[in-house]
């Protein structure tokens, strides 16, 4: 079994994962990844996944390699499918950030241990697990949560956390300029699921709001576009101003890395209905989770 989007996940087993993260918040799973190999194989930059991933191997008593595209034989352009059949000798998971989703299931296509998304242009799986695990631990729970993702609604984040919030009865308002629609097809998907709708006018896309996400204007990859989305992602900054139209008690959320002043400000962040830091120490322990659910399925 493979998480490459949230979408291999059912309602049921996302809520088996976030077991597996209470039980071991409590202290109450062995240690049960002995001698286990984690494969990291990324293209892109990363801290927290990285890291995470790592420290949860080696706390789940197992290790971990991270292989970069640079320094492997990626970078003189071993296809990955080759990469794929090798590494699945070796290591029992893989977890990949790869530009092109394509790549990833070529990947997961031809490796005979379970392959996890740890970012692609498409999703980021692990993350909007984990983000809807925060929020369930702040919120109590999920459903008729109100959910407002700001700025970039047509990015990976974007994508996994409107279709993991629709699928677990999050009701989902995407907050993005006039033409700049959300991926048809997460979109498409997510309405089948639930509640998700896209406004371009923040006072209306905020109303009642319970839990605010910010991510980068942009993405890994888009470097080249940086000038014209910074221009048009502006009017969606997390500001003080946009917090004043969600709930009294609404949530900040930020899958960082953090542009301050960019697609948040610093007193918004850092300031007292941030749930950034949580936030993300929460995403070793729901990867924790993610390895111990996959190990026993691919049992
Ligand atoms: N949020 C996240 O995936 O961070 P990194 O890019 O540092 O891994
Ligand atoms: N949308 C961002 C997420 C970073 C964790 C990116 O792809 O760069």
Known sequence: ??????????????????????????????????????????????????????????????????????????SRGEPMSDTAKVLSGYVDFIAARLY????????????????????????????ALSDL????????????IKFAFLGDIAANTANSLMLLGAKMGMEVSLVGPKNYPPNSRYFTKA????????????KEGLSDVDVLYADTFVSMGEEKEAERRLKMFAPYQLNKKLLDYAKSDAVVMHCLPAHRGVEITADVLDGPKSIIWPQSKNKMLVEKAILLYLSERSM
């Open 1 to 74: 079994m493979n998480l490459l989007s949230v979408d291999d996940l059912t309602k049921e087993e996302v809520n088996e994962i976030f077991g597996i993260a209470d039980n071991l918040k409590n202290g109450n799973v062995e240690i049960s990844l002995k001698d286990s190999v984690l494969a990291l194989l990324f293209e892109k930059p990363s801290t927290r996944t990285r890291v995470s991933f790592e420290a949860a191997m080696a706390q789940l008593g197992g290790h971990s390699i991270y292989i970069d595209s640079r320094t492997s034989q990626m």
């Open 100 to 127: 092109k989703h394509e790549d990833l299931l070529e990947l997961a296509n031809n490796s005979s241990i379970p392959v996890i998304n740890a970012l692609t242009d498409l999703e980021h799986p692990c993350q």
């Open 133 to 144: 695990y925060t929020m369930q631990s702040i919120k109590r729970k999920l459903k008729s």
């Open 191 to 202: 309405q089948e699921y639930g509640i998700v709708k896209v406004y371009d006018d923040p």
